[in-house]
């Protein structure tokens, strides 16, 4: 089992894991609901799939019912399995909602991980509307159900693409004082985060370091983005 | 170095990087193998624990987070050779996990055997007991399949040759799907394996008994002795794949139970795909000679002992020789 840790003491579902490399993936593990509506969206697909199948091979006597039944055989059984080993841990359903099935070390399902996950589904399902399923990944912090315990994966979201926006220019400023790692991480994150916050709420936030700067508090926000630029290196 | 040096030096290497990924995430054709793939994710990966160290900010950290995983994905796929892999599961790596296996495996053939003969007998016996398990319409069902007049025997008896693809297709979904079952149901701590192999055997042996006793034993085991060299040996593997996963809970061991069902469950895999092939063989003969009344029976007890020769030589001496 891979060493997994809570990404920070926030409250938060992201693990930490550490890879061969030396470097932490962060994964953040799907809970119920995304995953419920991802099963939604492949149970209709398949669905909607068998009934095209049985109108179309119906039609062509014994033969076609033989190969109707392989065929529900195969989307009953055998749809989960096919699509995350051949498409990279992601069902249709699960690719619609941004969602992907890997190992608990991170590294995407094969054969092996993909099969038993999938039979055992059969036992989250009991007793009804998977209520196994459902109690076991709550009583975890990877979300996984029954069969993801025992083939040792977990489903993940996607990654979003961070959305950056520009910074506006301001005249960089040293710092008045050297800065911890953990203090010059702050600021930058401050710096961010401010403009997602209202002129208000920014200007109470920085007016905590308002002493610690010299300044009055009202100029406090502009100091510490002078300070954060001058951090950030000139462009 | 400052944090907009560092994102100018690398902005275009990031850049590539991700477009590459982007590639190598819509097809499985491109191979994540090829032309320094792996070296871009070290320098990668570098770049993130320099970001990290030097305190820069979150929106990069973050970005170059994402990035490495992404590419971690495509780096750590599964290598696909399923073909080679298959050829050693038949050739070598089934019947060795079997005889790994062969504590749960006797413990799953006693209980569907034994369930199976000794329902048998007290069904001989005691005639009415069928009652007790199958309807009147069921047994009546059952006595229609195997009447020594029928044309053709098995499920749907009387059945012309070209519905062959039709129970092909039956015993396909109907049987592995009930192998499966009896595996999964494993997790429940044995409970569902249990059960399933005991009320297999006991429905089976009730139809046997009730058979012999009214005198269809030929149409009745000239039939079922073919395919049952394969059928009933995958389901008492599948229960025994079940038992282990419940073994693994009850009885973990010095190992945590979440890991000892990991174990467990990892060991099952190579079983799973090996009942897979014995049931769709099963299916196969099934399908296309058992039901088939061409031939007297004297043929099909020796065809059928010669098939249950052969998977006994294959699990008890497949795979030996390293």
């Given at each position: 089992m891979p060493a997994t840790s809570p990404a920070?003491?926030?409250?938060?579902t992201r693990l930490r894991v550490e890879t061969p490399e030396g470097v932490d993936l962060l994964l953040s593990p799907a809970g119920p609901l995304p995953r419920a509506r991802a099963f939604a969206v492949d149970l209709a697909l398949r669905g909607a799939l068998s009934l095209t199948a049985l109108l179309v091979?119906?039609?062509?006597?014994d033969l076609g019912i033989g190969l109707g039944l392989i065929l529900l055989f195969l989307l009953n059984w055998w749809y989960m399995v096919l699509f995350e080993v051949f498409n990279q841990g992601r069902s249709p359903g699960k690719q619609l909602l941004g969602l992907r099935v890997v190992h608990e070390d991170g590294t995407p399902v094969g054969w092996g991980a993909a099969l038993l996950r999938n039979l055992l589904r059969f036992v989250d399902m009991l007793p009804l509307g998977y209520c196994c399923g459902l109690l076991a990944s709550l009583a975890n912090r990877r979300f996984q159900r029954l069969g993801d315990l025992a083939a040792g994966t977990m489903v993940i979201h996607q990654p979003r693409a961070p959305r950056g926006s520009p910074l506006e220019p301001v005249a960089p400023l040293a710092a008045p004082f050297a800065l911890s790692a953990e203090e010059q991480r702050n600021l930058l994150d401050f710096d961010e985060r401010q403009r997602q916050l209202s002129p208000a709420r920014r200007d109470e936030l920085a007016g905590l370091l308002a002493p610690l700067l010299g300044v009055p508090p009202a100029e406090a926000a502009v100091r510490l983005q002078r300070i954060a630029a001058g951090l950030r290196g000139g462009v | 170095m400052k944090q907009a040096q560092f994102e100018a030096l690398h902005q275009d290497e990031w850049r590539a990087l991700e477009e590459r990924l982007a590639m190598l995430e819509k097809t499985?054709?491109?191979?994540?193998?090829?032309?320094g793939f792996a070296a871009a994710y070290r320098r990668l990966c570098q770049q993130l624990a320099l970001a990290e160290s030097r305190a820069y900010s979150v929106s990069l950290v973050e970005r170059l987070q994402q990035l490495n995983l992404r590419a971690h994905q495509q780096l750590y796929r599964p290598r696909q050779h399923l073909g080679a892999r298959l050829l050693t599961l038949v050739f070598a790596g089934f019947p060795r996990q079997v005889r790994a296996a062969w504590r749960s495996i006797l413990l799953a053939s006693l209980l569907f055997y034994g369930s199976l003969l000794g329902m048998g007998l007290l069904v001989y016996l005691f005639p009415d007991l069928i009652y007790s398990l199958l309807s009147p319409q069921q047994v009546a069902g059952m006595e229609r399949m195997y009447d020594p007049d029928a044309s053709r025997l098995g499920?749907?008896?009387?059945?012309?040759?070209?519905d062959d693809w039709m129970m092909f297709g039956y015993y396909i979904m109907n049987n592995i799907g009930i192998a499966f079952q009896t595996f999964a149901s494993g997790l429940l701590l044995g409970v569902g394996s249990l059960f399933f192999l005991l009320s297999n055997g006991l429905n089976i042996g009730a139809i046997a008994g009730h058979l012999l006793r009214i005198g269809y034993d030929e149409t009745f085991l000239s039939f079922v002795i073919g395919h049952g060299a394969f059928e009933l040996t995958a389901i008492t593997f599948a229960g025994a794949a079940g038992l282990q996963l419940g073994g693994a809970l009850l009885m973990p061991g010095p190992r945590s139970r979440r890991v000892a069902l990991h174990a467990a469950a990892k060991d099952c895999v190579g079983l799973l795909a090996g009942i897979i092939g014995l049931l769709l063989i099963a299916a196969f003969i099934e399908a296309?000679?058992?039901?088939?009344?061409?031939?007297t029976p004297g043929v099909k007890y020796a065809v059928g002992a010669a098939l249950w020769l052969l998977v006994a030589a294959y699990f008890l001496l497949g795979g030996r020789r390293r």
């Open positions: 920070s003491l926030l409250l938060d091979l119906g039609r062509l006597g | 499985r054709a491109a191979s994540p193998q090829a032309a499920p749907y008896a009387g059945r012309a040759s070209s296309y000679w058992s039901s088939i009344t061409r031939f």
